[in-house]
């Protein structure tokens, strides 16, 4: 698998910029992008990132895509397998982890107190 990631020592994150909403995402979630990128379209590259939930947000339908997916819980809550009105599910605390092959659906998610997710996604070549 080419990997596209630039070289990157040691350096502080900013975690007060750069977030933005991914697409499909409701408002109240956010990804910063810390290397790669990731071409669905091209089945190629990766892409390591931060997800964060604001509290009390939540996705209505489960998530499928085509690339390999492992995530780290760094902080805060997440419930896995919610409704569309975001009620029931399991709930997952810090320090919890998944990896997902392509094609495995996953979701729907919430935070209730909000969460941030260490997340990489890849294409195995």
């Known amino acids: 698998m080419p990997v596209n990631k630039p070289h990157l020592e040691f350096h502080r994150v ?43 947000v939540y996705t209505t339908e489960p998530f499928v895509h085509e690339y390999w997916e492992e995530v780290y819980l760094i902080e805060g809550d997440l419930t896995v397998g919610n409704d569309a009105e975001g009620k029931g599910g399991e709930n997952f605390p810090p320090g919890t982890y998944a990896c997902r092959p392509p094609g495995a659906a996953h979701g729907p998610f919430k935070s209730n107190g909000g969460c941030l997710l260490y997340e990489i996604h890849y294409f195995a070549g």
Do not use: C, N, V
Not at 27 to 38: D, P, V
């Open 14 to 56: 900013d975690m007060t910029a750069g977030w933005s909403t991914p697409p499909g995402y409701p408002a109240g979630i956010e990804q910063k992008i810390l290397a790669g990128t990731l071409d669905e379209e091209g089945r190629s590259g990766s892409r390591t990132r931060l997800l964060r939930f604001a509290p009390g």
